[in-house]
């Protein structure tokens, strides 16, 4: 379509977004949104896969897709669509999950945490990196930009990829993942070696989007740091205020050892009172945004309508060519 290479990735919606979805994720999408030819995707059937409140669903997607209008997504440069639109999704899952081994998908880091402890694993859980691998490949998308955790689903993706074409013919592009060294596992602020996530029980572990300032403040100064009292980069030894520097250097654009520099000598609660601001001023702008979507919630349905449309064309044409190969369908007549 425009000669750049396809990005997709998909964003579920379960919840409130965090500052480790913006910056491991949604942040590269778009300062990248230039250099590819994007789709993104509210991902809602994925959001099923654990019990869930279906009279929310629908909420909770709109509130995903105007947060992601609102940090720069935009429609004209990228398709934004949610994934239960486009019905290829779903079919095409069925035809890599009959690839894919029981062993491999055992092994999926993310099944054996989701699926911990529960007496009633849904088949779903498990059938995820399969969902996942065809929302990626039913669109020839040659980067997946993700976070950090996603690494092994998009691996099982250029797998599950490689074994199509070797079975059926050349069919599918071999994405690659792409995950930045900074900010690709941002921490929780009440565990650093938890990351920072949607389901944690304890609310003051993450900054959402649309926290208030105050809110913001509150949750930085609460925030777990190490013993000492320098405030220095050093997962190891330090990785509580390791995380927040990452947090720190990102939101104001400002290098890690320059960081160190201006902070030698003073303490932790300088440190932390600065990182507050330095937050509340990076998602300000985002803020105004979704306010303003907020009161206008016609704009973001109608993004999402228009963007299925487009993804729909392009979903539609591939999976004819793959039932073609697959032997799936009737002859065409003469
Ligand atoms: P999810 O919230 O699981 O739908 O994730 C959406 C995107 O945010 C994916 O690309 C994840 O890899 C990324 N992500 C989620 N949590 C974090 C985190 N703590 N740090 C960095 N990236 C994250």
């Given at each position: 379509m425009t000669g750049k290479p396809r990005a997709f990735s998909g964003i579920q919606p379960t919840g409130g977004i965090h500052i480790g979805n913006y910056l491991g994720a949604i942040r590269n999408w778009v300062l990248q949104q230039d250099q590819y030819d994007n789709i993104f995707s509210i991902v809602d059937l994925h959001a099923m896969?654990?019990?869930?409140?279906a009279s929310e669903l629908r909420s909770r997607t709109i509130e995903v897709a105007s947060a992601l209008l609102a940090a720069g997504i935009d429609p004209q440069r990228s398709i934004l669509f949610v994934?239960?639109?486009?019905r290829e999704h779903t079919e095409l899952c069925w035809i890599l999950g009959t690839l894919a081994t029981f062993g491999e998908l055992r092994r999926m880091t993310q099944f054996k945490e989701k699926s911990k402890g529960s007496e009633r694993v849904g088949a779903g859980l498990f059938f995820y990196p399969v969902l996942q691998a065809a929302d990626i490949i039913l669109y020839d998308a040659a980067v997946v930009p993700v976070g950090e955790d996603q690494k092994q689903h998009i691996e099982l993706t250029r797998d599950l990829a490689l074994r199509f074409n070797n079975t059926f013919g050349e069919t599918f592009v071999v994405p690659e993942p792409d995950i930045k060294p900074a900010g690709a596992r941002i921490m929780s602020l009440?565990?650093?070696?938890?990351k920072m996530s949607k389901?944690?029980?304890?609310?003051?572990s993450r900054i959402e989007l649309r926290d208030p300032p105050d809110e913001i403040r509150r949750k930085v100064r609460r925030a777990v740091t190490d013993s000492g009292a320098e405030v220095r980069f050093d997962e190891e030894r330090k990785p509580a205020i390791s995380n927040l520097l990452t947090i720190y250097s990102l939101f104001a654009d400002v290098s890690i050892p320059e960081l160190e520099r201006r902070y030698a000598g003073k303490g932790y609660s300088e440190f932390k009172r600065d990182l507050a601001e330095v937050i509340i001023t990076g998602l300000q702008p985002i803020q105004q945004r979704l306010d303003e979507l907020a009161a206008n919630p016609g704009i973001v349905i109608r993004t999402l309508q228009a963007g299925a449309a487009r993804a729909r064309a392009l979903a539609s044409a591939k999976m004819a060519v793959v039932r073609e190969r697959c032997g799936l369908g009737l002859p065409p007549l003469d």
């Open positions: 896969t654990l019990p869930y409140d994934q239960s639109d486009v009440a565990d650093p070696t938890k389901s944690d029980p304890d609310p003051d």
